[in-house]
């Protein structure tokens, strides 16, 4: 059974349970703050992926934009495992701590 995890137009994963603790779906953490979205960019690590985020910014002086990217180590539940691959667009949302680098968590698969 999973949870409402309260990021409206997110379905929970069509496999079934997970015993991933870390999962919003089905286990006890909780997602607060920033909803992004971003590209996978590295699937090496145990649950764990790098997505690029890229965005436009400003420079005042020449009244011009340019484009810049930052990379997010983000966790990917079990039960989103099999689904993720390189390449793919995701949503995350930013919970606790998880370890020293990762406090986002990969909500859905938004296309290949």
């Known amino acids: 059974m999973s949870r409402n995890i309260g990021v409206p137009g997110v379905k929970p994963p069509k496999t079934g349970e ?28 145990k649950n764990t992926v790098i997505i ?6 400003f420079i005042r002086k020449y009244q011009r934009y340019e484009r810049r990217n930052t ?16 390449g793919d667009m995701v949503r995350v949302g930013e919970s606790r701590k998880i370890s020293k680098t990762k406090a986002f968590i990969v909500l859905e698969k938004i296309s290949s």
């Open 18 to 45: 997970c015993s991933d603790i870390e999962c919003p779906f089905h286990g006890s953490t909780r997602i607060r703050g920033k909803i992004t979205k971003g590209v996978v960019v590295s699937k090496k690590s």
């Open 52 to 57: 690029r985020r890229d965005y436009m910014h």
């Open 71 to 86: 990379r997010l180590a983000c966790h990917l539940p079990e039960c989103l495992w099999h689904e993720i691959e390189v």
